[in-house]
């Protein structure tokens, strides 16, 4: 898997317990914009320690490899036990259709069950109820993303017209890889910038005092929402992986030597 590394640092925060007299004030930018970072003098009074704090961020792309799906079977009947029975039997359809396709039992999970009346609105009196409808819901993790296409479109095809498709989500497997690389990065970038400070300050950076992560996590899109697949999606479904994002945001503090 390919993956690229990019940084940035977003905000810093310079404190010392020695008054830094300061000719300009720069406001926080993006980093698109270019601007300048603000560049502050802590209250003697509230450490001390003289400290240099510093915010970076690590961001690292990566390829999705893993496939979550949602889907649940829907079914009415004018009795309770007619519907269900319906549903049951089209739910065990998409267990073996699942199971067919080599997704283990433990990747398989049931997630909700429902049953409710429906109604007739069209007379002038009160409503009628005329039957019942059941939805049961299945989640699905699916390992390797090169089968996702050919399991999802078994399962549907198993289930019939009545199986919808809820949620389908993208995920990297080895998230915490990635997220090494951008700690590590987010780690650096804090630091040089915090030796070009202390230098120019006329200061040598110490040991670090604290390390707080402030995020960390990835940005991925999900494919398909609340999609009824039954009337089409009876073949291998086209799956297109993209990229996903992962940041990690790191603020850390450094004694002065």
């Known amino acids: 898997m390919r993956s690229t590394i990019t940084v940035s640092v977003r905000s810093l925060v310079i404190t010392t317990a020695v008054a830094i007299s300061v000719t300009a004030a720069y406001?926080?930018?993006?980093?698109?914009?270019?601007?300048?970072p603000a560049f502050a003098a802590q209250d003697p009074a509230s450490s001390d320690v003289p400290s240099i704090v510093m915010t970076g961020t690590g961001e690292a792309t990566g390829?999705?490899?893993?496939?979550?799906?949602?889907?649940?079977?829907?079914?009415?009947?004018?009795?309770?036990?007619?519907?269900?029975?319906?549903?049951?039997?089209?739910?065990?359809?998409?267990?073996?259709?699942?199971?067919?396709?080599?997704?283990?039992?433990?990747d398989v999970q049931t997630t909700g069950l429902s049953i409710s009346p429906t109604y007739d609105y069209s007379s002038d009196g009160p409503p009628v109820i005329t039957g019942y409808g059941v939805s049961e819901s299945l989640s699905v993790l699916v390992?390797?993303?090169?089968?996702?296409?050919?399991?999802?479109?078994?399962?549907?095809?198993?289930?019939?017209?009545?199986?919808?498709?809820?949620d389908l989500r993208l995920q990297i497997g080895d998230e915490d890889a990635l997220l090494r690389k951008a700690r590590a990065d987010a780690i650096a970038a804090a630091k040089a910038k915090a030796e070009q400070y202390a230098t120019a300050s006329g200061r040598q950076l110490g040991e670090v005092t604290s390390i707080r992560e402030v995020h960390a996590g990835a940005n991925l899109?999900?494919?398909?929402?609340?999609?009824?697949?039954g009337a089409f999606a009876v073949g291998k479904v086209p799956i297109r992986a993209g990229s996903a994002d992962l940041k990690v945001t790191v603020s850390v503090v450094w004694s002065f030597a």
């Open 27 to 36: 406001a926080l930018g993006s980093t698109q914009s270019g601007a300048s």
């Open 221 to 229: 899109d999900r494919v398909y929402r609340d999609a009824a697949l």
């Open 143 to 166: 390992r390797s993303l090169p089968d996702a296409g050919s399991i999802i479109g078994s399962a549907v095809k198993a289930g019939g017209n009545a199986v919808r498709l809820h």
């Open 63 to 106: 390829v999705p490899d893993q496939l979550v799906f949602s889907l649940a079977v829907h079914t009415s009947a004018s009795d309770v036990s007619t519907a269900l029975s319906s549903a049951n039997a089209a739910t065990r359809h998409v267990l073996q259709a699942v199971d067919g396709q080599g997704v283990a039992r433990k």
